[in-house]
């Protein structure tokens, strides 16, 4: 079993930053890959980043690529999300998910943390 917290989350106005963190515990050995979604008000769920567990690759969506940085803290079980230069169109529910193998499905999923930025 793995938890996985997020953190960070808050209000910011157009062109500011925020830095999302997910804790993860429990059997942490078992993880591949770490993945940010997020979800608007009214809107499905999508794909914001995903980074492979102990490694350097890193995959973004275009809409936050080069604005949005993937990184992880392996003695620390956390992953962070550094998000700046944000728009209001980022606002939205952020999740943190972890992946177990190479597929495409997430096993576990955080709770969330709300990310609103005004324009």
């Known amino acids: 079993q793995v938890l996985l917290v997020e953190s960070g989350g808050g209000s910011v106005q157009a062109g500011g930053s925020l830095r999302l963190s997910c804790a993860a515990s429990g059997d942490t050995f078992r993880l591949y890959r770490m993945g940010w979604f997020r979800q608007a008000p009214g809107k499905e769920r999508v794909f914001v980043a995903v980074?492979?567990?102990?490694?350097?690759?890193?995959i973004y969506a275009p809409s936050v690529k080069g604005r949005f940085t993937f990184s992880r803290d392996n003695a620390m079980n956390t992953v962070y999300l550094q998000m700046n230069s944000l728009k209001p169109e980022d606002t939205a529910v952020y999740y943190c998910?972890?992946?177990?193998?190479?597929?495409?499905?997430?096993?576990?999923w955080g709770q969330g943390t709300q990310v609103t930025v005004s324009s």
């Open positions: 998910a972890a992946g177990l193998n190479r597929g495409s499905e997430y096993d576990y």
């Open positions: 980074g492979s567990w102990r490694g350097d690759t890193t």
